[in-house]
């Protein structure tokens, strides 16, 4: 039974895992459609619309699972959690010119909710 025991090797993303941890920091677990990727950074798309993604230091990332073939999905993604990322949703030109334009100031007066969903929260302008 030692033997047995002795012949068991630590998988790969636990030892990256457990060497982020010794050394601080903690690990945090992303879910999305991986774009290919850019100069320095990682693109992962939020759903597939296409319409909110992280942009994501490649430094930053640690670790990734691909889906399954047989239950195709979203790619699992391990990045420090210290790592600054960019959140972004894509607008038409028209609806960036009106959110940034001082004469309607669409931004400031716009209502603002919280949006939840399998990837974590944030807040977005309602437009109206």
Known sequence: MDQARSSITAHPLVERMQAVAD?????????????PPGH?????FLDLSLSRYLEIP????????????????????????SAQLVAARRLTACEAAQAT?????LLRSAQWHRVCDWSGCWVEPVFQ
């Open 23 to 35: 050394d601080g920091d903690k690990v945090t677990e992303l879910q999305g459609y991986p774009a």
């Open 40 to 44: 320095g950074t990682f693109r992962l």
């Open 58 to 81: 490649l430094e930053a990332i640690l670790a990734s699972v691909e889906p399954e073939e047989t239950a195709p999905g979203p790619t699992k993604v391990y990045v420090r959690s």
């Open 101 to 105: 334009s001082p004469a309607t100031s």
